[in-house]
C-alpha cells in the first residue's frame, strides 16, 4: 500500500511534539517544571496559594492583589452545586469509583450549566471557573453521600485548599493541613501535554464543548498509569504491611516483570520535583499523625528501585503516604489529583480555543491489503 504519510511511526507518540503551548514546560533533562515562566519550587517557597495559580495558568501573569481577591471569590461563590447534580449523586449506586462518578457528573453539569448553549471566549471562562469551584463539591459531595451523610453547605470565606476539607468533614482543617494540601494543589495543577491534558486538547480542538473536554481528560486521569497510579502506591504500601517486607516484595513485583507504581516518567529523567516537596510533606504529615511507618516505607522502596531499575519516583508516589496521612480515603486519591488538574486541563482547552486546528494525526497502517470480499454463503 502506497504510503501517504510523511512521518514514521512512534510508540506512544514519545518526544512527538503535538502543538505549542506558553502554560508549561517540563524539562526532563533537569527536572525542572515551570508554570508560565515560574518555577514551581519559587511558587511554593513562595507561598503562592493554588487560586493565584490558577489565575497565572489561565492568564500567563501573575495576579496583583486586588485581582486575586476577586478571582478568589469568583471561584468560592461558584462552589455550590445545581440541584439536578445534587440529584444525580444521591441517586448513583453508592459503590461506584468515585472518578466514574466524577466522570459522569462533570458531563452532566454541563448539560444544566447556565451558559450551555453559549461558545464564546467569556462564557467558556465562566464554565471553566464553574468547573475548578465544582469539581471538589462533586467528589466531597459523593463521598459524604457514600457515608450516608447530607453535603456540606460551601463556605466562601474559604481557600481550595481548606474547603476541600470542610465540605469532605464539615470542619476546618488545621494550618499545617490547608498549607500541605495547598501546596499539593499547587504541584498537580499543570504538566504539559500528559494523557489526560492531551485528550482534553483534542475534544476542544473538535470545537466541541469544554465539559466534553474536561469529561474526557477526568476519563484519562483515572487510568493507573497516569493519575490512577496514586491510589495504587497506598493499596501497594498497605500489602506490603511493613518496612522489613519492603525488599522482598520489591524484588517478587520485579521478578514478575510488574511496574512498581509511582515510579517511572515518560519526560522525566532524574528526580520528578514535584516529588522532592511531596517527599517532605509525607514525613511532615507522618510525623503530625503519629506515624511515619508510610514515609519510611516508601523511602525503601524509593532507595530498592533506584538500585535495582534505575527509576525515581514520580508526583504519585509519595503524595499517596501524603494524603493517608492526612486522613483522606485511597479512593479520593486520584479524584484529588482531578480537583488540581481541572485548572490545567482548563487552561489548556482555553488556549486550543483561542488558537485552534483539528487535532488528527495519522496512523502507520499494519492490516490486511488487497483481500476480496467473499459472500456469506461461501465462508
Ligand atoms: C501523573 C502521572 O501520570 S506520573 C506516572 C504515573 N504512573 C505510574 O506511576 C505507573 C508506573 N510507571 C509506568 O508505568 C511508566 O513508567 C510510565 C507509564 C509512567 C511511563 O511509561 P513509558 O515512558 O511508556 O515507559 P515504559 O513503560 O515503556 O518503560 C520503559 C522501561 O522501564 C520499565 N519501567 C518503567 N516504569 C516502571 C515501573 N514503574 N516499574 C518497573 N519498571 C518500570 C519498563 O518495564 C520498561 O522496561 P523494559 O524496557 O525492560 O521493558
Ligand atoms: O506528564 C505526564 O506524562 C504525567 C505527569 O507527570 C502528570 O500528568 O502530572
Known sequence: MAKDSQT???AGLE?????TSDICYVDGKEGRLIYQGY???????????????IYLLWNGVLPS???VAKFTQQIATQRTLRPEVIRFL???????????VLRTAVSYAGIYDEDNSDE??????????????????VVTAYERIRQGLEPVEPDASLSMAASFFYLLRGAKPDEFTENAFNIALILHADHELNASTFSARVTAATLSDIYSAITSAVGTLKGPLHGGANEQVMKMLLEIGSVDKVQSYIDQALADRKKIMGFGHRVYRTEDPR???LRHLSKEAGERAGNTSWYEMSQVIERTVMDKKGLNPNVDFYSASMY???GLPLHLFTPIFACSRVSGWTAHVLEQYRNNRLIRPRAEYTGATGLRYVPISQR
Do not use: C, W
Not at 518555577?39 to 495559580?53: P, R, S, W
Not at 444521591?90 to 466514574?100: I, L, Q
Not at 464564546?120 to 463539591?137: G, H, I, M, W
Open 39 to 53: 518555577d514551581i519550587h519559587d511558587l511554593i517557597n513562595g507561598k503562592a496559594t493554588f487560586e493565584e495559580v
Open 15 to 19: 518526544d512527538v511534539v503535538a502543538n
Open 90 to 100: 444521591k441517586g448513583v449506586r453508592k459503590d461506584a469509583n468515585a472518578m466514574e
Open 65 to 67: 492583589a486586588a485581582e
Open 324 to 326: 493517608y496521612s492526612l
Open 275 to 277: 516529588a522532592t516537596h
Open 120 to 137: 464564546s471566549f467569556e462564557a467558556n471562562v465562566r464554565k471553566a471557573t464553574r468547573l475548578v469551584a465544582q469539581v471538589p463539591t
Open 8 to 10: 514514521s511511526f512512534v
